[in-house]
């Protein structure tokens, strides 16, 4: 794992480059060539490297909606891997997973790699969104592959702003709309008070 988890947001702010070369290349291109050593969240298992793991939340705090999980997936072995699961221990997080296309699962091809987050590529959506998560803190993510098992990192949980914003959830609910001051409905009612006093004075006059 990376010493980065120390470093906060300026380590998570150069993340994005690394994704972005990352989300140009084709899955079936060879690993080794792709593979980039960002100052961020990043752990080997076996033949299996994650790195720029990121947990990005919606880009207004307090708006409720879902969260996604984006990394990049290397399969330096001889055989292909799917991700089963993507979990967020300690969170009610529900994690749904989704390639990049057709309905089958993500697979990781032998030699190969495959980002999660962007746009066109493979997804994980936190569809119950991530209340617990605090946006410059560091998230336990849990990678379940197929052959080589469970893969734990601590990713940084970041706004969908900024450099994260095309990586972000793709449902981004609008803000509540915002309703009248008290001022201003006091003034409402000032006005529409002083029509009856009128009228009883008129009255009283006669």
Known sequence: MSR?????????TA????IAALSA??????AQTLEVRPDNAAVTVD??????ALVITQPEVGVKGPAVVSATVFNNGS???TID???????????KLKAAEGAGPITVPALGSVVIGGDGNASAVVENGLAEARNGNAQKVVFKLSKTGDVTLNAFVVPA??????F?????????AATPTASASASAEGEHGTEPTGEASHSAGH
Do not use: E, H, M
Not at 15 to 18: D, L
Not at 168 to 176: K, Q, T
């Open 85 to 95: 699961s993507i979990t967020l221990p300690g969170t009610l997080g529900t994690v």
């Open 47 to 52: 033949d299996v490297k994650i790195q720029n």
């Open 4 to 12: 980065s988890l120390r470093r906060g947001a300026l380590a998570a």
């Open 79 to 81: 055989q292909p891997q």
């Open 168 to 176: 972000g959830p793709s449902v981004v609910p609008a803000p509540p």
């Open 25 to 30: 290349c084709g899955a079936g291109n060879d």
């Open 15 to 18: 993340i994005v480059f690394s």
């Open 161 to 166: 702003t900024s450099y994260f914003k095309d």
